[in-house]
């Protein structure tokens, strides 16, 4: 875009004077901008300024017509010039046009209703966020955006997760890290967390507190005054030694603990994986003393997660396991062994984790489903057969939903995401179909594109490989994460109803 209007710079500052102190005025002039008598550069100026004051005023006041408009020309515009920063545009005005309620009785309806409309703002965050070339300072704040998203639904560790990411990128983003302290103090008070989740809280706190600037940048003055007495809370805080052990400091790093939420990792616990079911009300009163087979189903999840995190560990060490096998040279980079099939093995294990985190909540919840034809993707919703789109909530799953046991939601989209065509997790499971049922074949070197193609074997980069390896991690960390806070709350709405006296069973460690 070039070839400014003569009074454009003029025409901006004055709509945003007003819309930081007269939304409504500023919404109003805005619909008086026309281009039929300019070029067509101008014109695209002028139909994106026209566009981003009717979504951010429309915002202010509310007015759904206002965003409206100005979504519908983000949308002509992204049509003609598909350029990251309009994908960026385009994700807030459909972000505004499904602004959330609070988390009532109307949440849940709210969430059906804008599903398709966020499902979309998620891609094109998703878009900037992977897209290489993206400008730091748009790539940080599509990231902190799309983190606000996933915590709407639930998704409080993939929250986390982006967040630091937005975070390694722009480390004075106080938007990134004062949301993350508020969320990791509101796991923090729902018990079960470790101290250190106190303590990354506040260091998150003091760290935005630092940048208020960028606060008021990215959010407004609101939310800077808001995070600014987040801070003040927490006093100066002790320092971290860094840890002695590598592994230990990497799934620190990667963040892989399996913890209530995205954990630092405490050497005096002794233990890196301390997530654990609560207390469960026993339904079967004829049942012999022993827990319910949930814990079973749970401590196997936790068993392969554990697993999957090793086998990526130590396939990326590069000589974990001996040499025993002889293979024939390819001539095209790629390579083979053990420590190859365990990077594979792990990316594979760790999303098979997801049907089996579906075939647990069937079981808990009591959803009826025959266990054998389960699949993560499609037990959340009714079957619309052969017709187009995606049907309702399965009946019981809203109503566990209304009642209380509102995690349950955030599987619900993350298995949209990983199951939809379009999902922004998609990508993920093809390649652990890849994986299972055809060939994976890393390369250290040389051009894959220029490799012997056979349709069988699907080719990737080494180092991107082992990205998706984590990233498949941090997803299956999530999902059980998710349905051990959906079983919590469900305990909770259970305890409440229950009259009279209550016994207990102390269930010691498995150790």
């Given at each position: 875009?070039?070839?400014?209007?003569?009074?454009?710079?003029?025409?901006?500052?004055?709509?945003h004077?007003?819309?930081?102190?007269?939304?409504?005025e500023a919404?109003?002039?805005?619909?008086?901008i026309?281009?039929d008598?300019?070029?067509?550069?101008?014109?695209?100026?002028?139909?994106?300024?026209?566009?981003?004051?009717?979504v951010?005023?429309?915002?202010?006041?509310?007015?759904?017509?206002?965003?409206?408009?100005?979504?519908?020309?983000?949308?002509?515009l992204?049509?003609?010039?598909?350029?990251?920063?309009?994908?960026?545009?385009?994700?807030?005005g459909?972000?505004?046009?499904?602004?959330?309620?609070?988390?009532?009785?109307?949440?849940?309806?709210?969430?059906?209703?804008?599903?398709?409309?966020?499902?979309?703002?998620?891609?094109?965050?998703?878009?900037?966020?992977e897209?290489?070339?993206?400008?730091?300072?748009?790539?940080?704040?599509?990231?902190?955006?799309?983190?606000?998203?996933?915590?709407?639904?639930?998704?409080?560790?993939?929250a986390?997760?982006?967040?630091?990411?937005?975070?390694?990128?722009?480390?004075?983003?106080?938007?990134?890290?004062?949301?993350?302290?508020?969320?990791l103090?509101?796991?923090?008070?729902?018990?079960?967390?470790?101290?250190?989740?106190?303590?990354?809280?506040?260091?998150?706190?003091?760290?935005?507190?630092?940048?208020?600037?960028?606060?008021?940048?990215?959010?407004?003055?609101?939310?800077?005054?808001?995070?600014?007495?987040?801070?003040?809370?927490?006093?100066?805080?002790?320092?971290r030694?860094?840890?002695?052990?590598?592994?230990?400091?990497?799934v620190?790093?990667?963040?892989?603990?399996?913890?209530?939420?995205?954990?630092?990792?405490?050497p005096?616990?002794?233990?890196?994986?301390?997530?654990?079911?609560?207390?469960?009300?026993e339904?079967?009163?004829?049942?012999?003393?022993?827990?319910?087979?949930?814990?079973?189903?749970?401590?196997?999840l936790?068993?392969?997660?554990?697993?999957?995190?090793?086998?990526?560990?130590?396939?990326?060490?590069?000589d974990?396991?001996?040499a025993?096998?002889?293979?024939?040279?390819?001539?095209?980079?790629?390579?083979?062994?053990?420590?190859?099939?365990?990077?594979?093995?792990?990316?594979?294990?760790?999303?098979?984790?997801?049907?089996?985190?579906?075939?647990?909540?069937?079981?808990?919840?009591?959803?009826?489903q025959n266990?054998?034809?389960?699949?993560f993707?499609?037990?959340?919703?009714?079957?619309?057969?052969?017709?187009v789109?995606?049907?309702?909530?399965?009946?019981?799953?809203?109503?566990?939903?209304?009642?209380?046991?509102?995690?349950?939601?955030?599987?619900?989209?993350?298995?949209?995401?990983y199951?939809?065509?379009?999902?922004?997790?998609?990508?993920?499971?093809?390649?652990?179909?890849?994986?299972?049922?055809?060939?994976v074949?890393l390369?250290?070197?040389?051009?894959?594109?220029k490799?012997?193609?056979?349709?069988?074997i699907?080719?990737?980069?080494?180092?991107?490989?082992?990205?998706?390896?984590?990233?498949?991690?941090?997803?299956?960390?999530?999902?059980?994460?998710?349905?051990?806070?959906?079983?919590?709350?469900?305990?909770?709405?259970?305890?409440?109803?229950?009259?009279?006296?209550?016994?207990?069973?102390n269930?010691?460690?498995?150790?």
């Amino acid at each position: 875009m070039s070839d400014l209007p003569a009074d454009y710079y003029e025409r901006s500052d004055q709509l945003h004077d007003l819309l930081n102190n007269e939304p409504i005025e500023a919404v109003r002039l805005a619909r008086e901008i026309l281009w039929d008598t300019v070029g067509k550069a101008e014109r695209l100026y002028l139909m994106q300024l026209r566009a981003s004051i009717l979504v951010d005023g429309g915002s202010a006041i509310e007015d759904r017509d206002a965003i409206s408009e100005g979504l519908e020309l983000f949308r002509e515009l992204h049509a003609q010039f598909p350029t990251l920063s309009l994908a960026y545009n385009l994700a807030n005005g459909l972000i505004a046009f499904t602004s959330r309620p609070s988390r009532n009785k109307n949440w849940l309806d709210h969430q059906e209703r804008t599903r398709e409309h966020r499902a979309e703002a998620r891609r094109y965050l998703w878009k900037v966020a992977e897209a290489s070339e993206a400008e730091s300072s748009l790539k940080t704040q599509a990231l902190t955006n799309l983190a606000n998203q996933f915590s709407n639904s639930f998704r409080l560790s993939e929250a986390h997760d982006i967040r630091l990411a937005a975070l390694q990128i722009d480390p004075e983003n106080g938007v990134a890290a004062g949301t993350a302290a508020r969320e990791l103090l509101w796991l923090y008070s729902q018990g079960g967390c470790s101290e250190l989740t106190h303590l990354e809280a506040g260091m998150l706190a003091r760290l935005a507190h630092r940048h208020q600037d960028k606060i008021v940048q990215y959010a407004g003055v609101k939310a800077a005054k808001e995070l600014a007495a987040l801070a003040s809370q927490f006093a100066d805080l002790p320092k971290r030694s860094a840890h002695k052990d590598p592994f230990i400091a990497w799934v620190e790093r990667e963040r892989l603990t399996l913890g209530p939420t995205v954990e630092l990792v405490d050497p005096k616990l002794g233990k890196l994986d301390w997530l654990m079911l609560p207390d469960i009300l026993e339904r079967d009163l004829e049942a012999e003393c022993v827990p319910p087979p949930v814990f079973s189903m749970f401590n196997s999840l936790k068993s392969d997660y554990i697993l999957a995190r090793d086998l990526a560990w130590r396939g990326d060490q590069g000589d974990s396991w001996p040499a025993t096998g002889r293979f024939s040279g390819t001539l095209d980079g790629a390579t083979y062994g053990p420590n190859t099939s365990a990077l594979i093995l792990a990316h594979r294990t760790a999303l098979d984790l997801l049907d089996k985190v579906a075939v647990t909540a069937n079981h808990y919840f009591e959803l009826g489903q025959n266990p054998k034809k389960i699949y993560f993707g499609n037990m959340w919703r009714e079957s619309v057969g052969k017709k187009v789109g995606v049907g309702p909530l399965f009946k019981p799953v809203s109503k566990l939903i209304i009642d209380g046991a509102t995690a349950l939601y955030g599987l619900v989209e993350l298995a949209e995401d990983y199951d939809g065509e379009t999902g922004i997790l998609r990508p993920q499971k093809n390649l652990r179909n890849a994986g299972t049922h055809r060939f994976v074949v890393l390369h250290d070197f040389g051009d894959i594109k220029k490799c012997r193609q056979a349709s069988e074997i699907e080719r990737h980069e080494h180092d991107d490989f082992t990205k998706d390896v984590l990233r498949a991690l941090r997803v299956a960390r999530s999902a059980i994460q998710m349905l051990a806070l959906s079983i919590t709350q469900h305990e909770k709405v259970l305890r409440a109803r229950t009259t009279g006296f209550i016994g207990s069973l102390n269930v010691p460690d498995y150790e």
